[in-house]
Protein backbone atom coordinates (compact mmCIF):
# COMPACT_ATOMS: atom_id res chain seq x y z
CA UNK A 1 0.00 0.00 0.00
CA UNK A 2 1.58 3.25 -1.02
CA UNK A 3 1.57 5.92 1.82
CA UNK A 4 2.51 8.89 -0.20
CA UNK A 5 1.78 12.40 -0.01
CA UNK A 6 3.31 14.62 -3.13
CA UNK A 7 4.08 17.73 -1.45
CA UNK A 8 5.40 20.20 -3.58
CA UNK A 9 6.29 17.98 -5.92
CA UNK A 10 8.45 15.91 -4.02
CA UNK A 11 6.59 12.61 -3.06
CA UNK A 12 6.92 12.19 0.58
CA UNK A 13 6.65 8.81 2.38
CA UNK A 14 5.60 8.75 6.46
CA UNK A 15 7.80 6.88 8.77
CA UNK A 16 4.73 5.30 10.95
CA UNK A 17 3.47 4.98 7.64
CA UNK A 18 0.51 6.87 8.08
CA UNK A 19 -0.44 10.50 5.98
CA UNK A 20 -1.61 13.27 8.17
CA UNK A 21 -5.46 13.03 8.26
CA UNK A 22 -5.94 16.78 7.10
CA UNK A 23 -3.75 19.77 5.99
CA UNK A 24 -4.27 21.19 9.40
CA UNK A 25 -2.64 17.72 10.47
CA UNK A 26 0.33 18.02 7.57
CA UNK A 27 1.41 21.96 8.91
CA UNK A 28 1.75 20.56 12.39
CA UNK A 29 3.48 17.84 11.50
CA UNK A 30 5.97 19.99 9.19
CA UNK A 31 5.97 22.86 12.32
CA UNK A 32 4.54 25.40 9.67
CA UNK A 33 2.01 28.17 11.00
CA UNK A 34 -1.55 27.50 8.91
CA UNK A 35 -1.70 31.42 9.20
CA UNK A 36 0.99 31.70 6.76
CA UNK A 37 -0.05 28.99 4.33
CA UNK A 38 -1.86 28.71 0.73
CA UNK A 39 -2.56 24.86 -0.05
CA UNK A 40 -3.54 23.87 -3.25
CA UNK A 41 -4.88 20.12 -3.33
CA UNK A 42 -4.94 18.24 -6.41
CA UNK A 43 -4.83 21.69 -8.58
CA UNK A 44 -7.78 23.00 -5.91
CA UNK A 45 -7.44 26.17 -3.79
CA UNK A 46 -8.27 25.26 -0.02
CA UNK A 47 -9.22 28.15 2.10
CA UNK A 48 -7.33 28.53 5.15
CA UNK A 49 -10.48 27.94 7.07
CA UNK A 50 -11.20 24.57 5.46
CA UNK A 51 -7.45 23.00 6.76
CA UNK A 52 -8.84 21.30 9.64
CA UNK A 53 -11.84 19.49 7.81
CA UNK A 54 -10.08 18.90 4.29
CA UNK A 55 -8.66 14.78 4.54
CA UNK A 56 -5.73 13.45 2.75
CA UNK A 57 -5.32 10.27 0.81
CA UNK A 58 -2.41 8.63 -0.29
CA UNK A 59 -0.96 9.57 -3.97
CA UNK A 60 -2.94 13.03 -3.64
CA UNK A 61 -0.63 16.08 -4.47
CA UNK A 62 -0.41 19.07 -2.20
CA UNK A 63 1.16 22.64 -3.45
CA UNK A 64 1.70 24.60 -0.09
CA UNK A 65 3.28 27.91 -0.62
CA UNK A 66 4.62 29.99 2.49
CA UNK A 67 4.75 32.92 3.20
CA UNK A 68 7.54 35.10 4.76
CA UNK A 69 7.15 38.55 5.83
CA UNK A 70 8.65 41.53 3.88
CA UNK A 71 8.12 43.47 1.10
CA UNK B 1 -0.64 39.48 -35.10
CA UNK B 2 -1.13 41.98 -32.14
CA UNK B 3 2.33 43.81 -31.01
CA UNK B 4 3.76 43.68 -27.71
CA UNK B 5 2.98 47.24 -27.23
CA UNK B 6 -0.49 46.82 -28.25
CA UNK B 7 -1.32 43.96 -25.44
CA UNK B 8 0.54 45.74 -23.07
CA UNK B 9 -2.11 49.50 -23.91
CA UNK B 10 -4.93 47.13 -23.41
CA UNK B 11 -3.81 45.16 -20.22
CA UNK B 12 -5.03 46.32 -17.02
CA UNK B 13 -2.79 45.54 -13.63
CA UNK B 14 -4.29 45.41 -10.35
CA UNK B 15 -1.09 46.55 -7.74
CA UNK B 16 -1.60 45.62 -4.03
CA UNK B 17 0.08 47.23 -1.59
CA UNK B 18 3.15 50.11 -2.80
CA UNK B 19 5.65 49.74 -0.43
CA UNK B 20 8.70 48.23 -1.54
CA UNK B 21 7.49 46.02 -4.58
CA UNK B 22 4.22 47.81 -5.39
CA UNK B 23 6.40 50.75 -5.88
CA UNK B 24 8.88 49.58 -7.96
CA UNK B 25 6.11 47.07 -9.67
CA UNK B 26 4.32 50.08 -10.38
CA UNK B 27 7.18 51.80 -12.84
CA UNK B 28 8.52 49.38 -14.55
CA UNK B 29 4.58 48.42 -15.84
CA UNK B 30 4.53 51.92 -16.47
CA UNK B 31 7.72 52.37 -18.51
CA UNK B 32 6.90 49.25 -20.14
CA UNK B 33 3.54 50.40 -21.31
CA UNK B 34 0.85 48.61 -19.87
CA UNK B 35 -2.36 50.90 -20.26
CA UNK B 36 -4.06 50.74 -16.97
CA UNK B 37 -2.98 50.90 -13.19
CA UNK B 38 -5.48 49.65 -10.22
CA UNK B 39 -2.93 50.81 -7.73
CA UNK B 40 -4.34 50.33 -3.58
CA UNK B 41 -2.74 50.79 0.03
CA UNK B 42 -3.75 52.72 2.90
CA UNK B 43 -0.64 53.87 3.99
CA UNK B 44 1.43 56.98 4.13
CA UNK B 45 4.86 57.69 3.25
CA UNK B 46 7.41 57.54 5.77
CA UNK B 47 11.17 58.53 6.07
CA UNK B 48 11.97 54.94 6.64
CA UNK B 49 10.29 54.14 3.35
CA UNK B 50 12.80 55.73 1.30
CA UNK B 51 15.82 53.49 1.59
CA UNK B 52 13.24 51.18 -0.93
CA UNK B 53 10.47 52.95 -1.82
CA UNK B 54 10.07 54.78 -4.84
CA UNK B 55 9.18 58.27 -3.54
CA UNK B 56 10.86 61.23 -2.47
CA UNK B 57 12.01 63.18 0.45
CA UNK B 58 9.24 66.02 -0.21
CA UNK B 59 6.63 63.47 -0.33
CA UNK B 60 6.99 62.42 3.22
CA UNK B 61 3.34 62.61 5.08
CA UNK B 62 1.41 62.14 2.41
CA UNK B 63 -0.49 59.31 0.90
CA UNK B 64 1.28 56.68 -1.27
CA UNK B 65 -1.68 56.57 -3.78
CA UNK B 66 -1.43 60.09 -4.28
CA UNK B 67 2.22 60.17 -4.60
CA UNK B 68 2.76 57.56 -6.83
CA UNK B 69 -0.61 58.66 -9.05
CA UNK B 70 1.37 61.88 -9.35
CA UNK B 71 5.33 60.37 -9.76
CA UNK B 72 3.56 58.11 -12.68
CA UNK B 73 1.96 60.60 -14.34
CA UNK B 74 5.19 62.24 -14.20
CA UNK B 75 7.17 59.19 -16.22
CA UNK B 76 4.41 57.85 -18.27
CA UNK B 77 1.02 60.16 -18.82
CA UNK B 78 -0.03 57.74 -21.26
CA UNK B 79 -0.87 55.25 -18.53
CA UNK B 80 -4.47 55.65 -16.60
CA UNK B 81 -3.86 55.17 -12.88
CA UNK B 82 -6.89 54.30 -10.90
CA UNK B 83 -6.03 55.00 -7.46
CA UNK B 84 -7.90 53.35 -4.16
CA UNK B 85 -6.76 54.64 -0.09
CA UNK B 86 -8.16 51.52 1.00
CA UNK B 87 -6.95 48.77 3.46
CA UNK B 88 -7.97 45.96 1.40
CA UNK B 89 -9.38 42.65 2.84
CA UNK B 90 -10.99 39.42 1.47
CA UNK B 91 -14.13 41.84 1.29
CA UNK B 92 -13.11 44.37 -1.34
CA UNK B 93 -10.00 42.74 -2.91
CA UNK B 94 -12.56 41.20 -5.96
CA UNK B 95 -14.24 44.53 -5.78
CA UNK B 96 -11.38 46.61 -6.39
CA UNK B 97 -9.19 44.49 -8.83
CA UNK B 98 -12.69 43.43 -10.45
CA UNK B 99 -11.25 44.86 -13.71
CA UNK B 100 -7.81 43.98 -13.54
CA UNK B 101 -6.24 41.24 -15.96
CA UNK B 102 -4.09 40.08 -13.17
CA UNK B 103 -2.84 41.06 -10.10
CA UNK B 104 0.61 41.93 -8.18
CA UNK B 105 0.75 41.02 -4.37
CA UNK B 106 2.85 43.85 -3.16
CA UNK B 107 2.39 43.13 0.68
CA UNK B 108 4.25 43.11 3.76
CA UNK B 109 3.12 41.17 6.42
CA UNK B 110 3.11 37.13 5.70
CA UNK B 111 -1.13 37.43 6.89
CA UNK B 112 -1.71 39.26 4.47
CA UNK B 113 0.16 37.75 1.36
CA UNK B 114 -1.76 34.60 2.63
CA UNK B 115 -5.27 36.61 2.53
CA UNK B 116 -4.89 37.85 -0.67
CA UNK B 117 -3.28 34.92 -2.51
CA UNK B 118 -6.17 32.45 -0.77
CA UNK B 119 -8.93 35.42 -1.75
CA UNK B 120 -7.83 35.76 -5.37
CA UNK B 121 -7.47 32.07 -5.85
CA UNK B 122 -10.89 31.00 -4.29
CA UNK B 123 -13.31 34.51 -5.22
CA UNK B 124 -11.51 35.26 -8.86
CA UNK B 125 -10.67 34.10 -12.17
CA UNK B 126 -7.36 36.04 -12.70
CA UNK B 127 -3.59 34.97 -11.84
CA UNK B 128 -2.13 36.49 -9.37
CA UNK B 129 1.88 37.34 -8.64
CA UNK B 130 3.00 37.19 -5.42
CA UNK B 131 6.33 36.80 -3.52
CA UNK B 132 7.93 35.02 -0.19
CA UNK B 133 11.59 35.77 1.00
CA UNK B 134 13.11 38.61 -0.05
CA UNK B 135 14.89 40.24 2.87
CA UNK B 136 18.30 40.56 3.46
CA UNK B 137 21.29 41.25 0.72
CA UNK B 138 23.12 39.66 -1.58
CA UNK B 139 22.17 35.99 -2.49
CA UNK B 140 20.46 37.39 -6.26
CA UNK B 141 20.19 34.09 -7.90
CA UNK B 142 18.55 32.28 -5.30
CA UNK B 143 15.19 35.05 -5.83
CA UNK B 144 13.55 33.18 -8.51
CA UNK B 145 10.47 33.29 -10.16
CA UNK B 146 8.02 29.81 -10.31
CA UNK B 147 4.81 28.51 -11.63
CA UNK B 148 2.77 26.90 -9.03
CA UNK B 149 -0.52 26.37 -10.68
CA UNK B 150 -2.00 27.99 -13.83
CA UNK B 151 -3.31 31.13 -11.88
CA UNK B 152 -0.37 31.64 -9.05
CA UNK B 153 3.12 32.74 -9.92
CA UNK B 154 5.02 32.35 -6.65
CA UNK B 155 8.42 34.79 -6.78
CA UNK B 156 11.46 34.93 -4.26
CA UNK B 157 13.58 33.03 -1.99
CA UNK B 158 10.98 30.93 0.11
CA UNK B 159 12.71 31.64 3.51
CA UNK B 160 14.88 35.09 3.86
CA UNK B 161 11.93 37.45 5.44
CA UNK B 162 12.50 40.67 7.44
CA UNK B 163 11.72 38.81 10.83
CA UNK B 164 14.96 36.55 10.62
CA UNK B 165 17.16 39.08 8.06
CA UNK B 166 16.17 42.31 10.32
CA UNK B 167 16.78 44.09 6.67
CA UNK B 168 15.03 44.97 3.76
CA UNK B 169 17.85 46.70 0.76
CA UNK B 170 16.66 48.77 -2.33
CA UNK B 171 18.39 45.96 -4.09
CA UNK B 172 17.30 42.96 -3.34
CA UNK B 173 13.63 44.01 -2.83
CA UNK B 174 14.04 45.73 -6.28
CA UNK B 175 15.29 42.41 -7.97
CA UNK B 176 11.94 40.85 -6.21
CA UNK B 177 10.07 43.25 -7.47
CA UNK B 178 11.19 43.17 -11.36
CA UNK B 179 10.80 39.31 -11.65
CA UNK B 180 7.26 40.20 -10.19
CA UNK B 181 7.11 43.06 -13.08
CA UNK B 182 8.71 41.14 -15.49
CA UNK B 183 6.30 37.95 -14.69
CA UNK B 184 3.29 40.03 -15.02
CA UNK B 185 4.28 41.36 -18.84
CA UNK B 186 5.19 37.41 -19.59
CA UNK B 187 1.54 36.23 -18.07
CA UNK B 188 -0.06 39.49 -19.82
CA UNK B 189 2.14 39.28 -23.74
CA UNK B 190 1.75 34.89 -24.23
CA UNK B 191 -1.27 34.00 -22.58
CA UNK B 192 -3.68 36.80 -21.26
CA UNK B 193 -3.86 39.09 -24.45
CA UNK B 194 -2.37 36.13 -26.90
Partial sequence: MMRVLKING????????????????????????????VAELDGQIIERANFSNTSLRAGQSIELVRFVPGG | MTSIAEKLSCSIVGIAGLGGLGSNV???????GVGRLIIADFDNIEQSNLNRQQYFIDQIGKSKVDCMIENLRRINP?????????????????????D???????????SAKQMIVETVL???DKPIVTISGL????????????????RLVL?????????????????????????QANA?????IDEIKA
Avoid: W
Wanted: net charge neutral.
Fill in chain 2, 78 to 98: AVKVAGFRVKLDADNIPQVFA
Fill in chain 2, 122 to 124: SKM
Fill in chain 2, 184 to 188: ILELL
Fill in chain 2, 155 to 179: IGDGSRGIDTCKTLTAARVGIAAMH
Fill in chain 1, 10 to 37: QEKTFPDGKIPATIADLLQQLRVDAATV
Fill in chain 2, 100 to 110: SDCIAECFDTA
Fill in chain 2, 135 to 150: AGYGKSNEIITRRISP
Fill in chain 2, 26 to 32: AIALARA
